[in-house]
């Protein structure tokens, strides 16, 4: 089967939802390829699950390109290859020339596409990234490397203003070269609005089920997590084993049964 690639995902858009899931080593890589998933995220939540940090904060570039180059091998052992996408970790990209060098070493590592949290303010990088032919993904909503300022894990959007400036960001970051958007912990009704105010594709985490793919962190879909978030559902259940659980999540992503009501958030 053909590698998951940035132009199946765009063809994908609104017509047939997508899958994306967390992974940090080669095993797990290949197994939730396998089990169909399209898009493999070698997030900096590896600050919390791998390392045992209580946030994204401490992890670096080069922990990021270490755990992208060992899912980068598992998942060329997969029977279709996912898309890998990759976060560049805090305070790596503050200017354009620092988020060249770490765009160089994460993409050498095995990415396909670059996460990058923040709003309008990322317009200048992505513009150079996208000229030099390296895929992003701007991350909005809520961005756990701003935790500190935001005060804590709390759903961004619900004010009007916000919500309105939220949409604007997201166009004008998709007209500057961003190939996919991601909404983190939104209402239900932003998300939806701002999916169809733009071309590429919306994947949500708490973010409701109008978005064009969802992404959950492995080690919770999985029930590894004690204290749970809202958006989040176990699908190591019904004695299913852990490839199984990983079929589960996509087939429920693309029947729209995940995410259900009760995963989302309103304004």
């Known amino acids: 089967m053909s590698a998951i690639s ?5 063809a994908m858009k609104q017509q047939e939802k997508f899958s994306m899931l967390t992974a940090y ?9 396998d089990a169909g998933v399209e898009v493999l995220l070698v997030g900096d939540s590896l600050g919390n699950m791998i390392q045992g940090h209580d946030s994204t904060l401490p992890v670096t570039v080069a922990d990021m390109a270490y755990h992208t180059a060992n899912v980068a091998r598992g998942n060329r052992r997969a029977q279709r290859p996912a898309l890998i996408m990759t976060d560049l970790p805090f305070m790596s990209h ?43 993904c701007a991350h909005l909503g809520l961005t756990p490397q701003s935790v500190n300022k935001f005060g ?19 166009i004008a970051l998709a007209n500057a070269g961003a190939d996919m958007i991601l909404l983190e912990c939104v209402p239900n009704e932003l998300a939806n609005r701002i999916t169809a105010a733009v071309s590429v594709p919306v994947v949500g985490i708490g973010a409701g089920a109008g978005t064009d793919a969802q992404v959950l962190v492995m080690h919770d879909m999985l029930g590894l997590n ?19 659980a990983f079929a589960a ?3 429920e ?6 995410p259900a009501a009760e995963h989302g958030f309103s304004a």
């Open 152 to 170: 804590g894990y709390r759903v961004q959007g619900r004010e009007q203003d916000k919500a309105d400036a939220m949409v604007e960001h997201a």
């Open 226 to 244: 004690p204290r749970p978030a809202k958006f989040v559902k176990n699908f190591l259940t019904d004695g299913r084993n852990i490839q199984q």
């Open 253 to 258: 992503v693309k029947s729209g049964q995940f």
């Open 94 to 136: 503050g200017t354009v020339e620092q988020g060249l060098e770490s765009a160089r070493l994460v993409m050498q590592a095995g990415a396909h596409i670059l996460k990058l949290e923040g709003d309008s303010w990322l317009i200048p990088l992505i513009e150079s990234l996208s000229r030099q032919g390296v895929p992003v």
């Open 249 to 251: 999540y996509v087939a």
């Open 25 to 33: 080593d080669a095993t797990f890589a290949q197994q939730a390829a």
């Open 6 to 10: 940035i132009r199946s995902l765009q």
